[in-house]
């Protein structure tokens, strides 16, 4: 076992979305900060890879960015931005070429990053409901900034605006899909921070989450971080009610004042050796396939597409059966880049870890393809074009790839059924930083290393 001769300002478990920006953050403030990631390539849920002799890349998560609009709210992208010191269009986030959709039967609305798109679709369908749209769409902000929910449920919330149970369960779809972590309902407080972040704020994309990953860990390392890759935190060093160190797997100890945790609430409590929060149910099934021409060719003219098969789905995922009732799909070159972008189109369904088994390698492999071959015979009920083209390369993973690459338990993509909120944990100098302390999706993840850094790091050292 070796200890680095210098203790660190601050550790920072895991080098996804979240704990990139906190080292960004903190390595602002602070001179030594060091981020730890178990594996070789940075990015975690929303991270890549390469089939094919390298000659494609996929990035197995990026759907889309959120949060695309600036904002004069205090928390918008600028304000993360600056506090990250970089420049939004350093990033090369480009905005749509095409609308998104959702569809449910007898209901399809269109939006894109003008929020009067999604108000004129509502009119032409509900034209009855725009009143209580608009008052939705006004009260969605002040929501989002409350301290505590109005609503427990998301779904009792938008009937206090909306009566037609068509235009709730419409209204409902793209916000669950992309970040409700729990089954059943979210609070009308996440709900509205997810709806004004994707709905209202708008979309955008950068050509592959590797370029975004890229930019981030080159600031970090400019601002003199430091990442170890390919070493998983095998525990946390406990005295006297503190983080004396966190024990990597290869047998070094980095000593430190503070840390934060990227990995989840309870996998971070097992690494303390003790039992915190709640493990989540939601994760995913996804297929992506690669085009030898722009999907548009195809007859794929969505961004992104949220579908529902019935409008009185339930926001429960039933675990015996492939839960093709609510599809996400996504066009990746749909964005506007300068140059063309990958033709991968994306087809996710939310899955239950224990509907899937490795035991027998091969009976695995038979699920993933039956999976596979039910949702494209839904999708091509929308892009029957599709049902005519072989993709060049095709990839399908399960909730159990998730968790191997992410190590969160039960393969969440949303993490577990218990946040933070203040990133607090019942150790005083150790602190949860992304999907488990509230902050989901890309800029929710990045916004959330900015904030418990600020509250719980920086502010602390200069009172
Ligand atoms: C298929 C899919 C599609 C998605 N699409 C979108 C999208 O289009 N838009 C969007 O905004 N969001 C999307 N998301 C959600 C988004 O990716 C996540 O909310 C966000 O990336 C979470 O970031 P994080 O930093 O909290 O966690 P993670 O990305 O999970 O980062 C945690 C990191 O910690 C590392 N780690 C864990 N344990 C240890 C340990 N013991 N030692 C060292 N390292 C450890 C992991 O390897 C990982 O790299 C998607 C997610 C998935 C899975």
Not at 90 to 110: D, H, K, M, Q
Not at 419 to 431: C, E, H, Q, V, Y
Request: hydrophobic residues 40%; glycine residues 10%; contains cysteine.
């Amino acid at each position: 076992m070796s200890t680095d001769a210098q203790p660190w300002d601050v550790v920072i478990v895991g080098a996804g979305l979240s704990g990139l920006a906190a080292g960004i953050r903190c390595a602002q403030f602070f001179k030594r900060v060091v981020i730890v990631e178990a594996h070789s390539k940075l990015g975690g849920l929303n991270s890549y890879y390469h089939k094919v002799d390298r000659s494609h890349l996929f990035s197995n998560g990026l759907h889309t960015v959120t949060n695309f609009r600036p904002t004069s709210r205090r928390w918008g992208r600028d304000l993360v931005m600056r506090n990250l010191g970089l420049d939004w269009e350093s990033l090369e986030i480009r905005p749509p070429r095409y609308p998104s959709r959702i569809s449910l039967p007898g209901v399809s609305l269109v939006f894109d990053n003008d929020p009067r798109v999604l108000e004129e679709s509502i009119a032409a369908r509900f034209p009855s409901e725009v009143d209580g749209y608009r008052r939705l769409f006004a009260a969605v902000e002040r929501e989002s900034v409350a301290a505590q929910a109005s609503h427990a449920d998301c779904f009792e919330y938008l009937r206090t605006f909306i009566g037609s149970p068509e235009l709730v369960a419409a209204l409902a779809l793209p916000v669950l899909c992309y970040g409700a972590y729990q089954e059943g309902a979210i609070d009308s407080r996440l709900f509205a921070i997810l709806f004004r972040s994707l709905l209202i704020e708008g979309c955008g994309s950068p050509i592959d989450i590797k370029s975004l990953l890229d930019r981030l860990q080159a600031r970090f390392k400019a601002l003199g971080g430091e990442l170890i890759t390919r070493s998983p935190v095998a525990s946390f060093s406990v005295e006297s009610g503190r983080v004396r160190a966190a024990v990597l797997a290869d047998g070094r100890v980095l000593e430190g004042a503070r840390f934060l945790s990227s990995a989840g609430l309870c996998e971070t409590g097992r690494l303390c050796g003790t039992q915190w929060g709640r493990p989540g149910t939601i994760s995913v099934f996804q297929w992506i396939g690669a085009y030898d021409r722009p999907l548009e060719q195809l007859g794929i003219r969505d961004t992104l597409h949220f579908a529902a098969s019935c409008v009185d789905y339930t926001w429960r995922i039933p675990g015996d059966r492939v839960f093709s009732d609510l599809i996400t799909y996504s066009a990746n070159d749909n964005y506007a880049y300068p140059q063309p972008g990958h033709a991968h189109f994306k087809i996710s369904c939310f899955s239950h870890y224990s509907e899937w088994s490795l035991a027998d390698r091969a009976a695995y492999e038979a699920q993933k393809r039956r999976y596979a071959d039910e949702l494209l015979k839904v999708t091509y009920g929308y892009y029957p074009a599709l049902a005519e083209a072989k993709p060049l390369v095709e990839d399908l993973f399960s909730p159990l790839t998730v968790e191997r690459y992410t190590r969160h338990p039960g393969g969440t993509i949303y993490g577990g059924a218990v946040k933070t909120w203040d990133g607090r944990t019942a150790i005083p100098n150790l602190f949860i930083i992304g999907n488990d302390q509230g902050g989901v999706g890309i800029m929710g993840a990045m916004t959330s290393g900015v904030l418990v850094s600020n509250l719980q790091v920086i502010l602390p050292k200069s009172a």
